[in-house]
């Protein structure tokens, strides 16, 4: 926008024609550039946002099958959704563990319904399997700001709240890992260790683009080991420039929050896996991130959320029931929460939070034995992270 203060002149509440009046719109977005970034970073961050709106076409290499075109279609202005990546997985009897033979979804569980030639179909669920034994999930699309934080956290940090947490208490947070050991951050599971990884990572599988980071095309029915690109789809650039992009994203600035409602926020233990805030090192992106503290509201670790929460996925060392500790930055900015949206206020996220098994069993038991008053302080201070 430009301005910190948009003014504008309109007519009485909800437009029904009442007394003129003066409306003053604050700017408050979740695609802003950091502050303090030098001359050349503000254009490298300029060329990624370009690169984050762009929607690829068949020629560039998108597909043979796909979900989004564009990053921008699941992160609109950089927050959470509004796409969904959606989820078929056969599972064994108790609901959530997966089975070794998956039988028809040969391409796996991740539906991309879209597709472009030389695909003849996109990967859906197969109708002909019954819906028994087969669970259904969704993945909202998450926040995208703030991240370069992530990664200004040391590995040694991560590493050392899980060895705090495993000396006792009821929470068990564990540091997840990817294929190469390195420590993941990112993700829903904490799968992804680095945002350069996590951005060609999207790329490939939510848009088909392959790059020397993800250089096989995505599994899919037809067989099709490319697409009407020959080759890899994205040089390095592409890549490395869309993840300087989202590590250049600021933490949307926070107004308002209470003492009272922090106060109210540790004495219901939610600080215990979402941590206000996480010791960074001097090897952070950006100057302004190195040792200080990076206010995450999330350990990183991944922590066993029970049987309802289970979407029947494992990933790295991150089973069907763990989730990372979501980050409540920005949150605010989210209408639906929970990794499926399925929870429509923070209240009602809080309460899911009890499930069978689920590590926050006592936390929800904690929000709910407080006073009215002190509940609604909690709720106000999460509700303007």
């Known amino acids: 926008m430009g301005l910190s203060l948009a003014v504008a002149l309109g007519v009485g509440a909800c437009g029904d024609g009442g007394g003129g009046g003066l409306t003053v719109v604050r700017e408050d977005r979740p695609d802003l550039p950091l502050a303090g970034l030098t001359e050349a970073e503000r254009a490298r961050f300029d060329v990624g946002d370009a690169l984050f709106d762009r929607e690829f ?10 979900i989004r075109a564009a990053c921008s279609r699941c992160h609109v202005d950089d927050g959470r959704g509004p796409g969904a990546v959606e989820r078929a997985i056969r599972v064994s009897g108790d609901g959530f563990t997966p089975l070794d033979d998956q039988g028809p979804f040969r391409a796996g569980p991740v539906l991309r319904p879209q597709f472009v030639a030389p695909a003849t179909r996109g990967v859906t669920a197969p109708w002909s399997v019954p819906a028994e034994g087969v669970l259904r ?3 909202i699309g998450p926040a995208v700001f703030g991240r370069g934080w992530f990664e ?7 590493e050392a709240g899980a060895r705090a947490q495993a000396e006792g208490g009821v929470l ?6 990817d294929a190469t050991g390195r420590v ?15 951005a060609a990572d999207a790329f490939r599988n939510d848009m088909g683009l392959t790059s020397r980071w993800q250089p096989t095309e995505v599994p899919n029915d037809d067989g099709l080991d490319d697409d009407a690109r020959p080759g890899l789809d994205l040089d390095d650039d592409t890549v490395r420039e869309t993840a300087f992009y989202v590590a250049a994203l600021a933490i949307p600035r926070r ?40 206010p995450l509201y999330s350990d990183l670790l991944v922590h066993d959320m029970g049987v309802g929460l289970a979407d029947g996925t ?12 979501a980050p409540l930055m920005g949150l605010r900015f989210f209408r639906t929460f929970l990794h499926d949206g399925r929870a429509r206020s923070v209240e009602e996220a809080i309460v899911m939070h009890r499930q069978e098994g689920s590590e926050a069993n006592a936390s929800v038991a904690a929000f709910e034995a407080l006073s009215a008053e002190a509940r609604a302080q909690l709720l106000g201070f999460v509700s303007r992270l």
Not at 152 to 157: F, G, L, W
Not at 184 to 198: N, S
Not at 314 to 325: I, K, Q, V
């Open 255 to 294: 107004t308002g929050l209470s003492a009272e409602g922090a106060m109210r926020f540790a004495e219901a233990g939610c600080a215990g896996c979402h941590t206000p805030s996480l010791a960074t090192g001097p090897a952070a992106p950006f100057a302004g991130m190195a040792n200080t503290v990076a």
């Open 152 to 158: 200004a956290v040391p590995d040694a940090v991560i």
């Open 137 to 139: 999930s969704a993945r």
């Open 172 to 177: 068990r947070g564990r540091v997840n890992r």
């Open 184 to 198: 993941g951050r990112f993700g829903l599971k904490a799968r992804v260790a680095t945002l350069e990884d996590f």
């Open 314 to 325: 494992r990933e790295g060392l991150a089973g069907p029931r763990d989730w990372r500790t």
């Open 57 to 66: 076409r068949p020629s560039q290499g998108l597909g043979p099958v796909y």
